[in-house]
């Protein structure tokens, strides 16, 4: 396979809806990379049934926001060492055979040592443990709950919708509760994480 996206195509971004038709259901496996290193630009994802989403990327105050966020996770993840965390442009295909891609997401050391080193180099089949989805103002919020209820059903034990727009976090559990926090300063990640306390000040306000 080789696909290019156009400018033509690109103009109709930043949610354009890519279906292959009736005769192929989705890309394999090395199709689906190979069309991510062709699109370098772009922040590609594939649902379980095959449809890709292709975004471009956010805006600077986007970037700001999920700077911080990345930033904040990852002095903690790297001080506690329990695990391995992951900014935005890890992919990871889901038990469903979805290819996601959170804006932060962290994995227990265990797992991710039990993985080939090949497979720690694809878009391996694997859930994190845990997800963040920090909302731009181009991301419908009905999208982003139903992509973190994909991840819990798929094996995250914990995962976080920040919405700046609505100054609100959603924190999905595993047993699928799911709570909504408005205007928090401060969310824990215990037990999963424990000791990680995200500040919120400049992601959410």
Not at 11 to 38: H, I, N, W, Y
Not at 107 to 113: A, S
Not at 144 to 162: F, H, R, V
Request: charged content about 25%; hydrophobic content about 40%.
């Amino acid at each position: 396979m080789s696909t290019t996206l156009t400018s033509e195509a690109l103009a109709t971004l930043p949610g354009m809806v890519v279906r292959l038709g009736p005769l192929r259901s989705r890309l394999t496996d090395e199709e689906f990379e190979k069309f991510c290193a062709q699109n370098p630009e772009l922040r590609i994802e594939m649902t379980s049934e095959g449809v890709m989403i292709i975004r471009l990327p956010v805006t600077p105050e986007g970037s700001r926001r999920n700077f911080k966020l990345t930033a904040r996770f990852g002095a903690w993840a790297e001080a506690d060492g329990t695990g391995v965390g992951f900014e935005s442009s890890a992919g990871f295909t889901l038990p469903n055979g979805a290819k996601r891609s959170p804006d932060v997401s962290w994995m227990r050391k265990e797992r991710w040592d039990a993985l080939t080193p090949e497979q720690q180099n694809e878009f391996t089949h694997i859930c994190p443990d845990f997800v963040v989805e920090l909302r731009s103002k181009t991301d419908r919020l009905r999208t982003l709950q139903n992509k973190m209820k994909e991840y819990m059903t798929n094996g995250a034990q914990l995962g976080w919708l920040i919405d700046p727009i609505r100054h609100q976090v959603h924190v999905f559990h595993a047993d699928s509760s799911v709570e909504i926090l408005d205007h928090p300063p401060v969310i824990s990640g215990e037990p999963l994480l424990p000791g990680f306390v995200l500040r919120l000040e400049g992601i959410i306000d």
